[in-house]
T-cell receptor
Framework: KQEVTQIPAALSVPEGENLVLNCSFTDSAIYNLQWFRQDPGKGLTSLLL?????REQTSGRLNASLDKSSGRSTLYIAASQPGDSATYLCAVMFFSGTYKYIFGTGTRLKVLA | GAVVSQHPSRVICKSGTSVKIECRSLDFQATTMFWYRQFPKQSLMLMATSNEGSKATYEQGVEKDKFLINHASLTLSTLTVTSAHPEDSSFYICSARLPRVTSGGTLSTDTQYFGPGTRLTVL
């Protein structure tokens, strides 16, 4: 059974710091991994999608890496800003009858001005 | 990009009533859609896979008679919460699968696009 865990569960940092959010999964037979952002009471915003054959993806101040063999992904946020405050979710897509996503436990990030 | 909508965005109902939530893929056809629920300050939990023209597949622990899913067309799936109770209050999110297709020898990505969610409050 695929399980996805994120560490830390919550994080509070001063503005300008570089951050690393961690995601681990138990079954390495994944199709892709996606990082999302969720603001309070809102839906999901896709940040980065990494295919199983890829090692990393970058978008602006965000960089996500994937090490499938060890079951890990990291999301790196450079020069954090108060607007980055949100919950960050990773989700792995794997095949179980159909391709489906299992979401991680989430990291609640607060960036202080 | 592909767009998925949900209706309503918010619903408040009395205990014992049934509530229907719609999920639509606006600019693509989705043979498969998914329903998730999210309790406050928790992550998304996959409830079921909705397949067009056939019965939904429910995840372990999800009551299929409580959460009725109908995928009547390639662009619409509905989730009906029957005889709702306060413990059913949650944020419900759907997603629609955009399958891999081959075009001129190029294989696109099999991925899902998520709706904006529906906040259900049962009094």
């Amino acid at each position: 059974k695929q399980e996805v865990t994120q560490i830390p569960a919550a994080l509070s940092v001063p503005e300008g710091e570089n951050l690393v959010l961690n995601c681990s999964f138990t079954d390495s037979a994944i199709y892709n991994l996606q990082w999302f952002r969720q603001d309070p009471g809102k839906g999901l915003t896709s940040l980065l999608l990494i295919q199983s054959s890829q090692r990393e993806q970058t978008s602006g101040r965000l960089n996500a890496s994937l090490d499938k063999s060890s079951g890990r992904s990291t999301l790196y946020i450079a020069a954090s800003q108060p607007g980055d405050s949100a919950t960050y979710l990773c989700a792995v897509m794997f095949f179980s009858g159909t391709y489906k996503y299992i979401f991680g436990t989430g990291t609640r990030l607060k960036v202080l001005a | 990009g592909a767009v998925v909508s949900q209706h309503p965005s918010r619903v408040i109902c009395k205990s014992g009533t049934s509530v229907k939530i719609e999920c639509r893929s606006l600019d693509f056809q989705a043979t498969t859609m998914f329903w998730y629920r999210q309790f406050p300050k928790q992550s998304l939990m996959l409830m079921a896979t909705s397949n067009e023209g056939s019965k939904a597949t429910y995840e372990q622990g999800v009551e299929k008679d409580k959460f009725l899913i109908n995928h009547a067309s390639l662009t619409l799936s509905t989730l009906t919460v029957t005889s709702a109770h306060p413990e059913d209050s949650s944020f419900y999110i759907c997603s629609a699968r955009l399958p891999r297709v081959t075009s001129g020898g190029t294989l696109s990505t099999d991925t899902q696009y998520f709706g904006p969610g529906t906040r259900l409050t049962v009094l």
